[in-house]
């Protein structure tokens, strides 16, 4: 059983930064972690994932450019670095985990087993 923490959420005029952390009750190899987020109203989606094996990344269209995906897997932590934020970011972010490879799941939640609470990040225009 993986537990996650995230932090770092908040909010943030257009154009700023946040950086996500999520801390893994145990961080090893083989496993796709990554981010997702879900506006009210919206399905969630998947923003971006990292293979903790190779360190591999993949990024949903629209944050491509912008945003970072990173592992610390001494300190069991995951990161997002988000810079030119605009209000269509606005959301519940939520750092997951599965035991798979990402080019197979990363667009896919239903196939994350474990999950963290959410941060909610607002971007005013």
């Known amino acids: 059983q993986v537990q996650l923490v995230e932090s770092g959420g908040g909010s943030v005029q257009a154009g700023g930064s946040l950086k996500l952390s999520c801390v893994a009750s145990?961080?090893?190899?083989?496993?796709?972690m990554g981010w997702f987020r879900q506006a009210p109203g919206k399905e969630r989606e998947g923003v971006a994932h990292?293979?903790?094996?190779?360190?591999?990344?993949f990024f949903h269209d629209s944050v491509k450019g912008r945003f970072t995906i990173s592992q610390d897997t001494a300190k069991k932590t995951l990161y997002l670095q988000m810079n030119s934020l605009k209000p269509e970011d606005t959301a519940m972010y939520s750092c997951?985990?599965?035991?798979?490879?990402?080019?197979?799941?990363?667009?896919?939640?239903?196939?994350?087993?474990?999950w963290g609470q959410g941060t909610q990040v607002t971007v005013s225009s």
């Open positions: 997951a985990a599965a035991r798979a490879y990402c080019s197979d799941v990363y667009r896919r939640p239903e196939y994350f087993a474990y």
């Open positions: 145990e961080y090893t190899y083989d496993y796709c």
């Open positions: 990292i293979y903790t094996t190779g360190g591999a990344t």
